[in-house]
């Protein structure tokens, strides 16, 4: 079984940043992705972006590039999503999820069948 666990939401002013932790712990597989999602009030949830554990590559989706980073610290099982020049429309809880890597992640790391363990989320607030 694996745990994942958010943290670092919050309430935050427009143009500002913030950094959610992900930490993934218990039976993780050896090579592990990590996808970052979002849900909007009234909306379906959105993949944002995602992480090869394998080798490090990221992936986002066009609404976040280039204001949103992910990065990971082996060491600590522990990913972060590095949020700047946040949007009122950034509005959401945030998700991270893990599952086992394959080798077609890059083209389909957007896809939620591929994570297998799921966080509770943590709210982020941005206000105009």
């Known amino acids: 079984q694996v745990h994942v666990v958010e943290s670092g939401g919050g309430l935050v002013q427009s143009g500002g940043s913030l950094r959610l932790s992900c930490q993934a712990s218990?039976?993780?597989?050896?090579?592990?992705?990590i996808g970052w999602f979002r849900q909007a009030p009234g909306k379906e949830r959105e993949a944002i972006g995602g992480i090869s554990r394998l080798d490090g590559s990221t992936y986002y989706t066009d609404s976040v590039k280039g204001r949103f980073t992910i990065a990971g610290d082996n060491a600590e099982n522990t990913v972060f999503l590095q949020m700047n020049s946040l949007k009122p429309e950034d509005t959401a809880v945030y998700y991270c999820?893990?599952?086992?890597?394959?080798?077609?992640?890059?083209?389909?790391?957007?896809?939620?069948?591929?994570?297998?363990?799921w966080g509770q989320g943590t709210q982020v607030t941005v206000s105009s």
């Open positions: 999820a893990t599952g086992e890597e394959g080798p077609a992640y890059g083209t389909s790391w957007y896809y939620e069948v591929l994570y297998d363990y």
């Open positions: 218990g039976s993780t597989p050896d090579y592990y992705a």
